[in-house]
């Protein structure tokens, strides 16, 4: 296995592709709100959670509420937090969102099952996010919100998120029924997950850590039968405080029998832990960073 290392992207071509990233996601979370959520009443947090019960209660046409709404929150922001924290980045997204909504208002693919609109809406809008947020950017919205509340009414920004996502799942119950908040939660739900996986991948990669007495043995038969890298930590034992040092390798998902068989025939009352290693950068694997 010959691990190349690959060539850094170049600065103009890094802002070209943050730059496809802001527009391809803010479209795919147009395209599933009016998709999804909008035609099955799934108001699941948000300014487009907004724009779906003002549209409801109000005729209001949901571009015109995204579109004043991530506007007024923005130079709301500009004025109470101090400074532009994702700069022209978040200008893009908070125009362009209610533009592509307004042009695919429209788009009507028949799916009228709540369920159906909650899943998959919430796979597109997540979708769209993680690829947003993976360019360091942001469509503007609630988030700005939440933050000005974490700022001047303390608590993490997660509770702060959450209040606002909950007031509008809260607006859903009264407007459209229990039945279709619970609806939203699941879109919710969804929608964060989704973002996780896109922001970190589906954790094709492992980690393991080896404790072993044999562990020269063990080190030098892993790098010549797996080929993988293998870092020497210093440990010491609970119970006996002796000195163990533990082995950490980092292997891909096919990798794993390999690893354990190897591990077993040099030692086998090596104690090994696997686990998921949600993100790995570095020489030897995909780089599946956020682009900065």
Same mark, same amino acid.
């Given at each position: 296995?010959?691990?190349?290392?690959?060539?850094?992207?170049?600065?103009?071509?890094?802002?070209?592709?943050?730059?496809?990233?802001?527009?391809?996601?803010?479209? %795919?979370?147009?395209?599933?709100?009016?998709?999804?959520?909008?035609?099955?009443?799934?108001?699941?947090?948000?300014?487009?959670?907004?724009?779906?019960?003002?549209?409801?209660?109000?005729?209001?046409?949901?571009?015109?509420?995204?579109?004043?709404?991530?506007?007024?929150?923005?130079?709301?922001?500009?004025?109470?937090?101090?400074?532009?924290?994702?700069?022209?980045?978040?200008?893009? *997204?908070?125009?362009?969102?209610?533009?592509?909504?307004?042009?695919?208002?429209?788009?009507?693919?028949?799916?009228?099952?709540?369920?159906?609109?909650?899943?998959?809406? *919430?796979?597109?809008?997540?979708?769209?996010?993680?690829?947003?947020?993976?360019?360091?950017?942001?469509?503007?919205?609630?988030?700005?919100?939440?933050?000005?509340?974490?700022?001047?009414?303390?608590?993490?920004?997660?509770?702060?998120?959450?209040?606002?996502?909950?007031?509008?799942?809260?607006?859903?119950?009264?407007?459209?029924?229990?039945?279709?908040?619970?609806?939203?939660?699941?879109?919710?739900?969804?929608?964060?997950?989704?973002?996780? %996986?896109?922001?970190?991948?589906?954790?094709?990669?492992?980690?393991?850590?080896?404790?072993?007495?044999?562990?020269?043995?063990?080190?030098?038969?892993?790098?010549?039968?797996?080929?993988?890298?293998?870092?020497?930590?210093?440990?010491?034992?609970?119970?006996?405080?002796?000195?163990?040092?533990?082995?950490?390798?980092?292997?891909?998902?096919?990798?794993?029998?390999?690893?354990?068989?190897?591990?077993?025939?040099?030692?086998?009352?090596?104690?090994?832990?696997?686990? $998921?290693?949600?993100?790995?950068?570095?020489?030897?694997?995909? $780089?599946?960073?956020?682009?900065?």
């Amino acid at each position: 296995m010959v691990n190349r290392k690959r060539k850094p992207m170049s600065k103009t071509a890094l802002k070209w592709v943050n730059g496809i990233q802001i527009f391809t996601g803010t479209a %795919v979370v147009a395209v599933s709100y009016n998709a999804f959520l909008l035609p099955n009443s799934i108001a699941s947090g948000g300014v487009s959670g907004l724009a779906t019960l003002l549209e409801a209660a109000l005729n209001i046409e949901p571009a015109v509420t995204i579109g004043i709404t991530n506007v007024l929150l923005f130079i709301l922001g500009l004025l109470l937090l101090g400074g532009l924290q994702y700069g022209a980045k978040t200008i893009i *997204g908070t125009l362009f969102l209610p533009f592509i909504v307004y042009f695919t208002r429209n788009w009507d693919i028949g799916i009228d099952d709540p369920l159906l609109g909650a899943l998959f809406g *919430g796979i597109g809008v997540g979708f769209g996010l993680g690829l947003v947020f993976r360019a360091s950017a942001s469509t503007g919205g609630t988030d700005l919100l939440a933050q000005i509340i974490h700022k001047y009414a303390g608590g993490t920004l997660g509770t702060s998120v959450f209040i606002m996502d909950g007031l509008i799942v809260t607006g859903s119950a009264f407007i459209f029924g229990l039945e279709f908040a619970l609806y939203a939660l699941i879109s919710l739900f969804v929608t964060g997950r989704t973002i996780d %996986v896109v922001q970190t991948g589906l954790g094709y990669a492992k980690v393991a850590f080896v404790i072993t007495k044999h562990e020269e043995t063990v080190r030098k038969s892993i790098l010549k039968e797996v080929d993988r890298g293998v870092t020497k930590l210093e440990g010491r034992g609970g119970f006996t405080n002796d000195a163990r040092p533990v082995l950490m390798c980092v292997v891909n998902r096919g990798e794993v029998t390999r690893l354990k068989r190897v591990i077993q025939l040099q030692d086998p009352e090596a104690f090994v832990v696997v686990s $998921n290693a949600s993100e790995v950068l570095g020489q030897g694997f995909e $780089n599946q960073g956020n682009s900065v």
